[in-house]
């Protein structure tokens, strides 16, 4: 293994490059390869042998680009098979799970927008803050968002109908805080922002997940210590999707044959 290998991400589509952004910037020296599995998404209405057989394939064909370590850039990729990616692979594997846990030190009523996938996963079914008495969970599928996202839609009349809708049972509710447990809805921030009441406190995983991946570069003493700035290569497997918007010009995003 050498330092300068790179840090394999992979998601059903664009929503993990919010994970890369971040990451990214607490470390600009890796090289990234991230792997958009846009032909298979969504994941969130797959069965959980369908989502673990999908993350298998992501992860050799990474390991294929000799990538040192997987960041699992999806919830519901992480919280349905991150177990058996784990038992499979013998590399290091950080996975992204909904910020239930930091969410939960200052809020009674806690939001929970996330994939049909992953609130009905076990690892999410026996969440810890589930047991605590004091502690309302709300839970939120959020049906349609993925594909509009997927489609560059983010900002737009359609889908701030479509947000409202669903976070009116939450508001009805009385949440005081909204955890985006989906890594497409970061991209969704902007117009949260717009529609929830301004006391709402947003929560996503990105940081600690930045965190702990310098955290396991250096137990495995992986870390690039190279003075320059890294590479990332961004691949998807599917022509005429918009996430060459979501990378800036910066990057050509390229078109792989990955079923
Ligand atoms: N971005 C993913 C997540 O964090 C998956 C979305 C999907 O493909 O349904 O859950």
């Not at 320059?228 to 800036?248: E, H, M, S, Y």
């Amino acid at each position: 293994m050498t330092t300068n290998q790179p840090i394999g991400i992979f998601d059903s589509g664009v929503g993990g490059l919010s994970v890369w952004e971040t990451v990214r910037e607490h470390l600009p020296n890796e090289n990234y390869i991230y792997l958009a599995d846009s032909k298979n998404a969504p994941y969130g209405s797959k069965s959980k042998e369908h989502i673990t057989e999908l993350s298998i394939a992501n992860t050799k064909y990474l390991l294929n680009l000799n990538c040192k370590m997987i960041i699992v850039a999806c919830n519901t990729a992480t919280t349905n098979a991150i177990a058996s990616l784990r038992s499979t692979f013998d590399i290091p594997f950080i996975g992204i799970e909904p910020a239930i846990k930091p969410a939960a030190v200052n809020s009674k009523t806690i939001g929970v927008l996330a994939t049909k996938g992953t609130l009905t996963s076990d690892l999410f079914l026996e969440h810890p803050v589930k047991e605590n008495d004091e502690i309302t969970i709300v839970e939120q599928v959020g049906k349609g968002l993925v594909e509009m996202i997927e489609k560059g839609e983010t900002n737009t009349t359609e889908m701030k109908a479509l947000l409202s809708d669903l976070l009116r049972p939450m508001l009805e509710k009385n949440i005081d805080a909204l955890v985006l447990g989906c890594t497409h809805y970061n991209f969704l921030k902007e117009v949260l922002v717009e529609l929830l009441p301004s006391h709402i406190e947003l929560w996503d995983a990105r940081e600690a997940i930045a965190k702990r991946t310098a955290y396991i570069l250096d137990q495995n003493q992986i870390r690039n210590h190279s003075k320059q700035q890294g590479i990332t290569r961004v691949l998807t497997n599917k022509r005429d999707t918009a996430i060459q918007n979501f990378v800036g010009d910066n990057i050509i995003v390229e078109l792989i044959e990955k079923d």
